[in-house]
């Protein structure tokens, strides 16, 4: 398993000790507030707001904290105007990094996430300075010993996916936006457990990152996934497994 694939599991584990402090929480209610907000309260027909509160009830979050992060996107209840912003700029080893963040003041979170990058050896660059880099795609890691790679590549293309890459010790998923939640719908009928799932900013290449720059990297993923603002943070790199697995420990 590549070392990107590694990165995004252990994200989803991580996403789960967040949950108990509440963090997780935080985010997914500016999630559902700002999609009910661009697309309406109605999940059934607003697919962004479906796939938030899916994963907020995965997350055992109350129905109550869905309806009124809902409401507040509506405009029944009041709330704070959350704004959502993007950040773009290259880390250590010559890394594409984009940043999605939601906030409620942007003169405060620039110059934090702008620091973040400095700190850790990379700079803060111009809108699309690499945001070309990256499609957005619908994106599941599935564990092997489920279903076969032919029978999931079938799964997958019936239910309108695009492709299916053998990572190793996973298979990625790969689909259009909109083909996303059927295609999760179809893995999970068939009882197939998935370890983690967005619609996500996917890489076109990919850059190979060694030595003492891969710890430098990890580090500064996690501080920007840790940044309240922080929706999430995708990066372009390719790491060998042995040096991912030495440097993250």
Do not use: C
Not at 116 to 142: C, H, P, R
Not at 183 to 195: C, F, L, Q, S, Y
Not at 215 to 224: D, G, I, T, Y
């Amino acid at each position: 398993m590549s070392g990107h694939s590694k990165w995004h599991k252990i994200r989803h584990t991580k996403g789960a000790v967040d949950a108990k402090r509440g963090r997780l929480f935080t985010r997914l209610i500016k999630e559902i507030t700002v999609a009910a907000r661009i697309g309406g309260g109605d999940p059934n027909g607003n697919p962004r707001l479906r796939g938030a509160v899916d994963i907020a009830r995965a997350a055992n979050m109350p129905s109550d904290n869905i309806k009124r992060a809902i409401q507040k996107g509506t405009g029944e209840l009041p709330g704070q105007q959350i704004e959502e912003v993007t950040y773009e700029g290259y880390g250590p080893g010559g890394v594409a990094i984009y940043v999605q963040a939601m906030t409620d003041n942007k003169n405060r979170t620039l110059p934090e996430i702008r620091h973040l990058f400095g700190k850790y050896g990379g700079n803060l660059g111009e809108q699309n300075s690499v945001g070309w880099m990256f499609e957005k795609k619908g994106y599941l890691v599935v564990d092997k010993g489920h279903l076969s790679e032919v029978d999931l590549m079938e799964l997958v293309l019936e239910a309108g996916g695009e492709d299916l890459r053998d990572d190793g010790e996973s298979f990625e998923v790969f689909t259009s936006p909109e083909a996303y939640q059927p295609v999760r719908d179809a893995i999970e009928k068939r009882g197939v457990p998935i370890a983690t799932g967005e619609i996500a900013m996917v890489p076109k290449n990919r850059v190979r990152v060694e030595g003492s720059k891969v710890k430098s990297l990890l580090n500064m993923m996690e501080a920007l996934e840790d940044h309240e603002d922080v929706q999430h943070a995708y990066a372009n790199f390719d790491i060998a497994d042995e040096e991912f697995d030495r440097q993250a420990s």
